[in-house]
């Protein structure tokens, strides 16, 4: 990751889709996701808030068969778009973990606590 705090080209995130990454720090290792819809862009913790196990059986699978909503795979759970409240599922009203993202035009950065690099899941 560049230290201006760059993950990625907004282009390398699938309209309609998702993409995962793994920050690594010092000491820890933190997995997220970012959602495109056009120009709307949204990340969240890659961490269920039912279970805490990661949301995606196949990697950058985030978005459930309606296209709408985003899904936990593990149990069926499904999360709004744009704030990440539980709608069906196992924990209705629970709600993924924001992650602080910025666009500065063709490149999305992270908003919060910089990491030392940054992968593709
Ligand atoms: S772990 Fe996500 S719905 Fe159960």
Request: neutral net charge; hydrophobic residues 35%; contains cysteine.
């Amino acid at each position: 990751m560049n230290p201006d705090g760059t993950l990625c080209r907004v282009a390398e995130i699938p309209d309609g889709g998702g993409k995962g990454f793994v920050l690594e720090g010092a000491e820890e290792r933190f997995a997220i996701f970012v959602l495109r819809r056009g120009d709307r862009i949204v990340a969240y913790r890659n961490r269920c808030p039912h279970r805490g196990t990661p949301l995606d059986w196949l990697p950058d699978r985030f978005i459930a068969a309606d296209g709408e909503h985003i899904l936990c795979a593990t149990h069926g759970a499904l999360f709004r778009f744009e704030d990440g409240v539980c709608i069906a599922g196992p924990c209705p009203g629970a709600r993924l973990e924001p992650v602080e993202i910025r666009r500065k035009g063709e490149k999305l950065q992270l908003s919060g606590p910089r990491y030392e690099g940054v992968s593709s899941k």
